[in-house]
């Protein structure tokens, strides 16, 4: 039975376009700044059963590894890794590098992203209305590709949302063929391809729009993807930009450039947020 798997998450960043790194980023901004929030939606696709059995258990190993390590037992993070697995908002480096160095390794998966950026912060409500506008957006150019599987089984990271959220979202999206859509809780590797490959894609974002503001400036802005992505002679992944050597974020995003097959902003999300 062919099924395809998609791994759905949902994410925000928050970034600052008067300072860059703003140490005010998570408090309460000061008169200079000048913040932009970008919100985002994230799937990883996996083609086949096999692609999603090996990626799981390569990351097993990796996660059992990082349980073993030694000197890193107390570290604030430990309890809720050992509960939860990755979490890309929270995780540090000692937990965040052991699963980039193995997706580095490759990875059989196809990402795609959707984001809208707003000047203000969205409410709750205003927040889940975005969400849903992009993941319908992203599902119904998604699911068509898949109209001669037999089955899309559909995953969201699990929030506080009834299941009845999801199931009207993939309503809206007009499935074209048999879909089973769930929501699970973080410590699925499918999922934490789909948080983290979203969250290097949203900071990539940010950081650049943080370097440069400049209209008609002739770097390039938007993410490379797949097909845009250059190499250097030996394979190695190049991105030109504004962000340069060891930038975190730059770092990230190589991880998952080559595995990405569409990163989109609709600004005319927008327009459907109640009072926005």
Known sequence: MSVASMKLDESVVNVCLAHQQCRHIGRTPSGECDWRWIYGVGVAV?????????????????????????????APRMPGFRAHGWHATKDGPEFAEPL???????ATYKGHVRYVTTK??????????AFDSLFV?????????YRSWEQIDIVFEADQSPLSRYEAI????RPVTKVAVSAEPKGDSGLAVADYLLYATLKYVARVMECCQVEGCDV????????????????????AGHLTGGDHALRMYKTFVRNMSSIIELPGVVGRISNC
């Open 46 to 74: 996996y083609e086949s059963t096999e692609d999603l059995l090996d990626l799981r258990q390569r990351l097993s190993a990796v996660r059992e590894g990082v349980l073993a390590r030694t000197g890193i037992e107390d």
């Open 100 to 106: 980039l160095n193995e997706l580095d390794r490759g």
């Open 120 to 129: 203000l912060p969205l409410n709750g409500t205003q927040k889940d209305q």
């Open 137 to 145: 957006e992203l599902l119904r150019v998604l699911m068509p590709r």
């Open 170 to 173: 993939i309503e809206q999206a």
């Open 220 to 239: 390039p802005h938007h993410p490379a993807d797949a097909n845009s992505v250059d190499y250097s002679p030996d394979g190695v992944v190049e991105l």
